[in-house]
């Protein structure tokens, strides 16, 4: 189920110079990002799993889940239909302003945010540099069975190597900045405009959401 706004590229089945020239173009739209990541929360357990591509390998770093102090105040407004009601909290060197529906009661919300009387459906840093917010929100009158209808996902991310979250990100960042070489070692030409073009797009990811 997607919950909340967000760009996903497929890669798959597109050649290599296909990829690079679409990584740069979804990095170029403006108020947009990519999310192929995944994160999985264990409440029960009081982790966070994040998941994510690394040189075709899925990896993952766990860490205790964010405890998370929230202000409600009085204010309200509606989002896709929802009376929502307004909250801020700080997470990640940020101050973050959310949005949550009392008559959704479930206690969660994109990325690692939780923690509020109701789902979140929008929540933005003050800055306005990332903002999630709810497109649709379907509701499914047959019986779900989390074991079943997603245990074989389950299964397999919890099968993927862990590692902490510091060489997570470096491993990350160094599998960006290599791609292009890669692609080359493998005796795929690459044009130097579209080389420069996607090391572009990388400088631009210069504002990680968790600032610390």
Known sequence: MHLFDSIYVNLSGVSDKERIQKSADATRKEG?????????????????????????????????QPLFTWRITSAKKTIAGHECQQAYTAFGGRTWEAWFARDVPVSDGPYKFYGLPG?????????????????????NPQPFNAAIDTGALLAAKSSAPV???????????????????RMMAHGNQVPESLRQNYMQSLKRRNNPLELH
């Open 163 to 181: 590692i902490t979250k510091e060489k997570f990100q470096q491993a990350k960042l160094n599998d960006e900045l290599t791609f292009v070489d």
């Open 119 to 139: 789902l979140i459906l929008q929540v933005r840093d003050t800055h306005d540099n990332w903002v999630f917010s709810l497109l649709c929100l379907d509701t």
């Open 32 to 64: 947009k990002n990519e999310f192929r990541y995944t994160i999985l929360k264990e409440s029960a357990k009081n982790l966070v799993s994040y998941h994510d591509n690394i040189n075709s390998e899925d990896y993952q770093y766990k860490e205790k």
